[in-house]
């Protein structure tokens, strides 16, 4: 499997995201996924999330929103949730740091022969990622199609913000999450349809949060393996009948 650090800076302070794809991909013309991951960021449980989904399948793009001396297996809870407000609260952050990582990977990319210019562009989100992707889509970033799982933050950080979201949605998550709550998830369903955009919700019905984070378990936050991979099979299906 091909793996490429690509290093960036966003007001002076580093981030390297990681491309990860196939020895083939380019030669199989495989799509695009941009990741934004959870709150742990770039680490090795995320980076095993994008071999997963890269094989045979993707050119993967794992983006980088918390900079290169995060650490987070030195943090705790507090800390984490800190981190992950920080960004969420900073528009502008969030926007030109997610902005940066997607085009600083697929200019690499593309550079490095992995993906073709034609090739379909998808996204993918989790918890506070799925809030971050949710924002840039917002934003006009055009993806194809996009997939958030057990998605933090659904709505706009600003309100009233303009729904710009150009592609497909798929919102998968738990009925029993009590980080997003299901009237926090029709309020971006409403916003998505005032939008005209084209979505779809899957709600699993005693799931709770970071059902596809395999370190997930506290209270109100579990892993779940059969989950998870019927999760990937509905996004995978959602990507593959985009036109």
Known sequence: ???ITV???????????????????????RPVLFMQPDWYGVWPETIAQARELAAGRYVVLLADMFGTDYQPETK????????????????????DCGNTAYERMLTEARKRGLVQDDARKFA?????????????ARA?????????????????????????????????HGAKD?????????????????AGVEWQTVLFSNAVHSFCVPSANFEGAQYDEAL?????????????ETA
């Open 76 to 95: 705790g809870f507090n800390e984490l949730l800190a981190g992950m407000l920080a960004v969420h609260k900073d528009l502008g952050f969030t926007l």
């Open 228 to 240: 998870c991979r019927r999760s990937y099979r509905m996004m995978h299906d959602f990507f593959a």
């Open 124 to 136: 993918v989100g989790y918890c506070a990622g799925g809030g971050f992707l949710m924002e840039q």
């Open 7 to 29: 290093p960036y800076e966003i007001g002076g302070r580093s981030f390297a995201g990681r491309i990860v794809c196939d020895e083939d991909a380019a030669e199989a013309g």
């Open 1 to 3: 499997m091909i793996e």
């Open 178 to 194: 009590p980080v997003t709550t299901k009237p926090m998830l029709t309020k971006m369903e409403d916003e998505l349809t005032g």
């Open 140 to 172: 006009g970033a055009e993806f194809d199609a996009l997939t958030v799982l057990h998605i933090t933050n659904p709505s706009p950080v600003v309100p009233d913000t303009p729904c710009k979201v150009s592609g497909r949605v798929l919102a998968i």
